[in-house]
């Protein structure tokens, strides 16, 4: 399908959905002209009309807060966009990391999705895998690329016991900080090997069925 075969609404407009590539949050609820969709799509960046204030705008233009596209689908009746985007910062004008953080009219004690876990995890994962081409020398995850899964699985089970520690401590700062050392370890570990976070995500799933 052709931006000319979408189903454009009366006034020029489409419906698009903004969602986190890595998370899967939804960020917005926004609306593009043909104008937005096709500088997104040549930009890579987000470009959006605001029916307030009658102009095309871009996500972050005052900000900074720009969000990278890395994916733009359409329904299946051509009347509604998808763009999956990598975000700089909050979404919301209100500082919050999605338009969608403002409440739930379901239970209050339904759990909530946080999407802060999975969009440090998803910058980590690309930093990781960034400095596998960098010198050892200078960047210790290129180091502990360079030393292999022996010196890895070392230094995880050495961050596992820390963990440990620290929860017998029963310090709550001092957990997090030490889970996040095993994590970090642990995804250099699926990076030396080729692993996917996709696959350990299918893994879970399966064992939850």
């Known amino acids: 399908m052709s931006i000319d075969d979408l189903a454009w609404g009366r006034d020029g407009l489409l419906p698009v959905v903004i969602q986190d590539a890595g998370s899967g949050a939804v ?63 909050p979404a919301c004008h209100t500082g919050a990391a999605s338009c969608f953080d403002a409440g739930s009219l379901l239970d209050a004690e339904a759990p909530q999705h946080d999407p802060d876990f999975a969009r440090a995890v998803e ?34 089970g050495e961050e596992a016991t820390e963990v440990v520690i620290a ?25 030396e090997r080729g692993v996917s976070l996709d696959e350990v995500g299918r893994e879970l799933l399966r064992r939850a069925e």
Do not use: M
């Open 27 to 89: 960020l917005t609820l926004a609306y593009a002209n043909r104008e937005a969709l096709e500088r997104t799509l040549a930009e890579r960046q987000t470009y959006l009309y605001s029916r307030s204030r009658a102009r095309l705008w871009k996500k972050g233009e005052t900000s900074g807060h720009v969000q990278h596209v890395a994916h733009v689908a359409y329904d299946c009746d051509g009347d509604a966009l998808l763009y999956r985007v990598v975000p700089s910062g």
């Open 167 to 191: 929860a017998k401590n029963g310090k709550p700062a001092e957990i997090a900080w030490e889970v996040a050392d095993l994590l970090y370890h642990t995804l250099v570990l699926l990076e």
């Open 123 to 156: 910058h980590l994962r690309k930093t990781i895998a960034a400095r596998r081409d960098a010198s050892p020398e200078t960047s210790y995850t290129a180091r502990l690329l360079h030393d292999g899964v022996d010196h890895i699985g070392k230094k995880i």
